[in-house]
C-alpha cells in the first residue's frame, strides 16, 4: 500500500489537517502526534476499519484500544453511566496525557474494547490531535503507532520506520513532548484503580479521586495464568532487540557494576550524569535528576539500541516517583523483569 506522509507544522495547516480527516472519514487508518507518543488511529465506531488497526500493527486482538475524543460533549457517544469521578479528573487532567477507563457506550464496537464491557478514553492536547479529531467529527480509537512489541514511537521517523506501506496515511510533525504513553486509570472498580503510570502520577490522580489503588502489573511480571486488569500489561512491552538487564543502585555501584561486565558488544543504557565513567558504549536517557526528560528520551533510547546492534544493554533503574514510576514501568518490561541489585 502507498502510503501518503501529511507534514504538518501546526493546526493552522488547514488543507493537511482536511486530508488527514478524510482518510479516516473513509474508513482509512492516519498515525497522527499525540502530546505522549504518536497513535494509529481510525474511527471508533467503524468496527471494520478499527480491525485494521490490529493487523497493521500485528498487535494481539484482545487487547483494547483508547478512543480519542476532542471536546466533552463526545464523551456521552462513547461511554455510558459516567460517574462524577469521571467528571472532576477531565476538569483537571483533560485535555492532557490521561485516559479514563468507564462503562463502555454500546456505539462502540467489540473490536475496540476486546469485548471488554468497559471503554479506555482520552483527550489528547497535542493541538493537531485535537484538529484532526474536530475535522472527522469522529472519535478516534488509537493504539501507539508502532509495530506491536516494538518501542513507542516519539518522533515521525519512528512512525515511518514502522508504519510505511501498512496504512493509508502518517501525519509527520514535531517529535512527542511528553514521550511515554498516557496514565491508564479505571473508574470501574471498586477503588479507581492506576492500570499504566504515565504523566499524570498517582499524587495527580489521588488530589481529585482520594487513595487509589496501584494494579500489581505496573511493577510486577503476571504469573502464568494470572489474568490481567489491563489486558496491554501482560505483553512483553517495549522491548528492543538488544537483551535489557536493569541494574538497581547507586551511581559508583552502577559504574563499577558495567565497567566489570561490559563486553564489545554492549552498552550502557544510562543517565547524562553516569555516561563520562562508563568505560563501554553508552546511550543515555536524559539526567538522572530530571524525570519529565527521562520519558522524553527513553523509547528513542531503545530504538538507538538496535540500531546499534548492541547485544546487551545494561539500564540504570530510574526512580518511581512521580514520572519516574512510568519510565521505570516501561522499562522493567523492556529487560523483560531482569533487575539486578547493586
Ligand atoms: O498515550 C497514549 O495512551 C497513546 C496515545 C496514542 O494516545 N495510546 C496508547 O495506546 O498508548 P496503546 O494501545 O498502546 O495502549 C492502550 C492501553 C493498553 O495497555 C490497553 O490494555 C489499555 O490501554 N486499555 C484499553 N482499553 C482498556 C479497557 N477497557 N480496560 C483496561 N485497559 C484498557
Ligand atoms: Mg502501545
Not at 232 to 260: L, S
Request: charged share 25%; aromatic share 4%; hydrophobic share 40%.
Amino acid at each position: 500500500m502507498q502510503t501518503k506522509i501529511i507534514q504538518i507544522e501546526n493546526e493552522e495547516n488547514k488543507e493537511e489537517i482536511r486530508q488527514a480527516a478524510e482518510i479516516l472519514k473513509n474508513g482509512g487508518l492516519c498515525a497522527i502526534p499525540t502530546e505522549t507518543v504518536y497513535g494509529l488511529a481510525a474511527n471508533a465506531f467503524d468496527g471494520d476499519a478499527v480491525e485494521r488497526i490490529f493487523k497493521a500493527k500485528g498487535r494481539p486482538n484482545d487487547n483494547p484500544l483508547i478512543v480519542h475524543i476532542a471536546e466533552l460533549s463526545q464523551l456521552d457517544t462513547v461511554a455510558r453511566d459516567i460517574p462524577k469521578q469521571a467528571l472532576d479528573l477531565a476538569e483537571k487532567y483533560w485535555p492532557g496525557p490521561l485516559t479514563i477507563v468507564l462503562p463502555k457506550g454500546e456505539n462502540i464496537p467489540r473490536e475496540v474494547s476486546a469485548g471488554l464491557d468497559t471503554v479506555a478514553v482520552r483527550m489528547p492536547s497535542h493541538p493537531i490531535a485535537s484538529a484532526i479529531i474536530k475535522a472527522s467529527g469522529l472519535p478516534l480509537a488509537a493504539p501507539s503507532a508502532n509495530l506491536s512489541g516494538s518501542p513507542s514511537p516519539t518522533t515521525a521517523k519512528h512512525v515511518i520506520a514502522d508504519l510505511d506501506g501498512r496504512v493509508e496515511g502518517i501525519v509527520a510533525s514535531t517529535d512527542c513532548s511528553v514521550g511515554v504513553e498516557s496514565t491508564v486509570v479505571t473508574l470501574c472498580t471498586d477503588t479507581p484503580r492506576l492500570l499504566r503510570p504515565g504523566a499524570v502520577t498517582v499524587e495527580m490522580l489521588e488530589e481529585v479521586l482520594g487513595r487509589i489503588d496501584v494494579d500489581d502489573a505496573v511493577l510486577h511480571q503476571l504469573k502464568q495464568g494470572e489474568s490481567a486488569a489491563s489486558p496491554g500489561m501482560k505483553y512483553k512491552h517495549y522491548a528492543p532487540k538488544a537483551q535489557v538487564f536493569m541494574i538497581e543502585g547507586e551511581r559508583e555501584k552502577y559504574i563499577e557494576y558495567v565497567n566489570k561486565n561490559a563486553g564489545e558488544d554492549d552498552c550502557a543504557l544510562c543517565f547524562f550524569e553516569d555516561a563520562q565513567k562508563l568505560r563501554c558504549k553508552s546511550v543515555t536517557y536524559g539526567k538522572q535528576s530530571d524525570e519529565a526528560e527521562q520519558a522524553r528520551e527513553i523509547f528513542d533510547a531503545l530504538r538507538k539500541l538496535d540500531e546499534m546492534g548492541v547485544k546487551r544493554a545494561f539500564a540504570h533503574a530510574p526512580s518511581k516517583s512521580g514520572v519516574g514510576l512510568a519510565v521505570y514501568n516501561r522499562l522493567i518490561r523492556a529487560a523483560a523483569f531482569r533487575v539486578t541489585e547493586v
